[in-house]
């Protein structure tokens, strides 16, 4: 019993270690693994890199890489729009401070300019109070210059003897009038002295009062000066600081253009990489609407059913042939009957009709226009409708640089990849990626006459069924 525990006890040692040297192997494995996963930084980004990288790996492992440098894109998109989000918010507060800056140093300047027109007055005003100072010295010297002279006479008419006095003047009284009046004088000469010396006083008090107030105003406009001066330096660094944000701003859109660029050429090349014939299987079908719900956020389910209802998925893509293009008549395609109205000609007031636009897309495509097939006329309105998506030729116009723009090549209203994706960009521009309902529904029938008129509901509840069928097939194919 002690030998059977001792063997069992050894083949779990022997277990243990095996799953640890297991481990480790995968543990090794996974790092090597890692170690050799590619920078998608560098072959993402170079069209040169993603054709070397394919060229060594077959077409679905180039197209999972392609997908994972989609992926990658995708990341450096968000980033970059992150990027340029703050630079702009940087940006916005420079210019604002800049702004700022710009209307404190207009205000400062308008006050140096107020403060300079009132020295300039102040100087004025100066000038004239040191001539009235001028005035009133030549006042005060003449007027002691007469006192002088008034106060001599007093004094020598003081001198004057008995004798004199009698010899001099007729009558005594005279003498006594001519002194009288020579101290009367002499009385107010001294209250004019006084006057003009408190005059010639208030003056150089005035004139200095002015010269302070000259002095403040003079060591303001100094200060504003040296503040308006520290504003435009200030403003100035701003302004290159913008410079700089500014260039970082446009090195960030260049980066996100070119990103973009890269992420449309790599879209399109997985469309290539999509290998379908014209009338594809309901699996080939799914794998295109599924990456062409990547491009326009249009479901997959709805998009089928769309072209289901269209072409049956590009198995019936029209039985007539243009053979008119003046009368826009025709052919059946299979017997060679002749069909009025298989495509919409030039109408009689000159406008461009479908015939015109027709003959401009099969020319792009190198095909022979009478030998193209599109949709027979109805038993009303014209026929014209090309390919698996039957746009007729000047709605297909209305798309055709957009699908060029992601596939990269001149759009093919009879390819069915060009097909998918320019029925979706229609779809979505009505509302379709909402994947609502009501605004499938809508978008379903726009697509089919143009307007959400309810004579032709039958074909948007048809749509909508079969979406809702598809939803089904598609829960089984994907395991749901």
Same mark, same amino acid.
């Given at each position: 019993?002690?030998?059977?525990?001792?063997?069992?006890? !050894?083949?779990?040692?022997?277990?243990?270690?095996?799953?640890?040297?297991?481990? *480790?192997?995968?543990?090794?494995?996974?790092?090597?693994?890692?170690? @050799?996963?590619?920078?998608?930084?560098?072959?993402?980004?170079?069209?040169?890199?993603? #054709?070397?990288?394919?060229?060594?790996?077959?077409?679905?492992?180039?197209?999972?890489?392609?997908?994972?440098?989609?992926?990658?894109?995708?990341?450096?998109?968000?980033?970059?729009?992150?990027?340029?989000?703050?630079?702009?918010?940087?940006?916005?507060?420079?210019?604002?401070?800049?702004?700022?800056?710009?209307?404190?140093?207009?205000?400062?300047?308008?006050?140096?300019?107020?403060?300079?027109?009132?020295?300039?007055?102040? !100087?004025?005003?100066?000038?004239?109070?040191?001539?009235?100072?001028?005035?009133?010295?030549?006042?005060?010297?003449?007027?002691?210059?007469?006192?002088?002279?008034?106060?001599?006479?007093?004094?020598?008419?003081?001198?004057?003897?008995?004798?004199?006095?009698?010899?001099?003047?007729?009558?005594? !009284?005279?003498?006594?009038?001519?002194?009288?009046?020579?101290?009367?004088?002499?009385?107010?000469?001294?209250?004019?002295?006084?006057?003009?010396?408190?005059?010639?006083?208030?003056?150089?008090?005035?004139?200095? !009062?002015?010269?302070?107030?000259?002095?403040?105003?003079?060591?303001?406009?100094?200060?504003?000066?040296?503040?308006?001066?520290? &504003?435009?330096?200030?403003?100035?660094?701003?302004?290159?600081?913008?410079?700089?944000?500014?260039?970082?701003?446009?090195?960030?859109?260049?980066?996100?253009?070119?990103?973009?660029?890269?992420?449309?050429?790599?879209?399109?090349?997985?469309? @290539?990489?999509?290998?379908?014939?014209?009338?594809?299987?309901?699996?080939? =079908?799914?794998?295109?609407?599924?990456?062409?719900?990547?491009?326009?956020?249009?479901?997959?389910?709805?998009?089928?059913?769309?072209?289901?209802?269209?072409?049956?998925?590009?198995?019936?893509?029209?039985?007539?042939?243009?053979?008119?293009?003046?009368?826009?008549?025709?052919?059946?395609?299979?017997?060679?009957?002749?069909?009025?109205?298989?495509?919409?000609?030039?109408?009689?007031?000159?406008?461009?009709?479908?015939?015109?636009?027709? *003959?401009?897309?099969?020319?792009?495509?190198?095909? #022979?226009?009478?030998?193209?097939?599109?949709?027979?006329?109805?038993?009303?309105?014209?026929?014209?409708?090309?390919?698996? =998506?039957?746009?007729?030729?000047?709605?297909?116009?209305?798309?055709?640089?957009?699908?060029?723009?992601?596939?990269?090549?001149? =759009?093919?209203?009879?390819?069915?990849?060009?097909?998918?994706?320019?029925?979706?960009?229609?779809?979505?521009?009505?509302?379709?990626?909402?994947?609502?309902?009501?605004?499938?529904?809508?978008?379903?029938?726009?697509?089919? &006459?143009?307007?959400?008129?309810?004579?032709?509901?039958?074909?948007?509840? &048809?749509?909508?069924?079969?979406?809702? @069928?598809?939803?089904?097939?598609?829960?089984?194919?994907?395991?749901?």
């Amino acid at each position: 019993m002690s030998r059977c525990i001792f063997k069992k006890n !050894s083949l779990f040692v022997q277990l243990s270690f095996f799953i640890f040297l297991f481990s *480790l192997f995968l543990f090794q494995w996974r790092v090597e693994v890692i170690a @050799e996963s590619p920078d998608l930084s560098q072959i993402c980004e170079s069209s040169e890199e993603i #054709d070397k990288k394919c060229a060594e790996i077959s077409a679905v492992e180039c197209r999972e890489f392609l997908e994972k440098c989609q992926e990658y894109l995708a990341q450096k998109q968000v980033q970059i729009e992150k990027d340029i989000t703050k630079t702009q918010k940087e940006k916005k507060t420079l210019e604002n401070q800049i702004y700022v800056l710009s209307n404190q140093i207009k205000n400062l300047a308008y006050q140096i300019y107020q403060s300079n027109v009132v020295i300039k007055d102040l !100087s004025l005003q100066i000038k004239d109070t040191q001539f009235s100072i001028e005035t009133t010295v030549l006042k005060i010297e003449d007027s002691g210059r007469k006192l002088t002279n008034i106060l001599r006479a007093i004094y020598e008419e003081d001198q004057k003897s008995m004798v004199e006095i009698f010899l001099a003047e007729a009558r005594l !009284s005279d003498f006594f009038e001519n002194l009288v009046a020579l101290e009367e004088l002499s009385s107010k000469n001294r209250k004019l002295l006084e006057n003009i010396k408190e005059m010639r006083s208030y003056l150089e008090s005035q004139k200095q !009062s002015l010269d302070e107030e000259k002095q403040d105003l003079e060591n303001l406009v100094t200060i504003q000066t040296l503040q308006q001066k520290e &504003s435009e330096k200030t403003k100035k660094e701003r302004e290159y600081f913008l410079g700089l944000t500014e260039a970082e701003y446009q090195k960030y859109l260049k980066a996100k253009e070119e990103t973009e660029k890269r992420a449309a050429e790599i879209r399109a090349r997985i469309f @290539e990489l999509i290998g379908v014939p014209e009338a594809p299987t309901f699996g080939e =079908a799914y794998d295109i609407a599924k990456y062409v719900e990547s491009i326009t956020g249009v479901r997959p389910a709805f998009l089928l059913a769309v072209m289901t209802q269209e072409s049956n998925i590009g198995k019936n893509v029209g039985q007539c042939y243009l053979k008119n293009p003046k009368t826009g008549d025709g052919v059946v395609a299979h017997n060679g009957k002749e069909v009025s109205g298989v495509m919409k000609p030039m109408g009689l007031s000159g406008r461009k009709g479908d015939v015109d636009d027709f *003959l401009t897309i099969t020319a792009e495509l190198g095909r #022979d226009p009478y030998n193209t097939p599109v949709s027979c006329p109805m038993s009303y309105g014209y026929g014209g409708a090309m390919g698996p =998506a039957q746009f007729i030729p000047t709605t297909w116009m209305l798309y055709r640089d957009k699908v060029k723009g992601i596939t990269g090549k001149t =759009a093919d209203p009879w390819n069915i990849k060009d097909a998918f994706l320019a029925a979706a960009l229609y779809l979505a521009d009505y509302g379709a990626t909402k994947q609502t309902y009501n605004a499938e529904w809508k978008a379903a029938m726009i697509y089919f &006459s143009g307007s959400t008129n309810l004579s032709y509901r039958f074909y948007g509840d &048809s749509v909508m069924k079969i979406t809702a @069928e598809y939803e089904e097939d598609i829960k089984e194919i994907e395991g749901l």
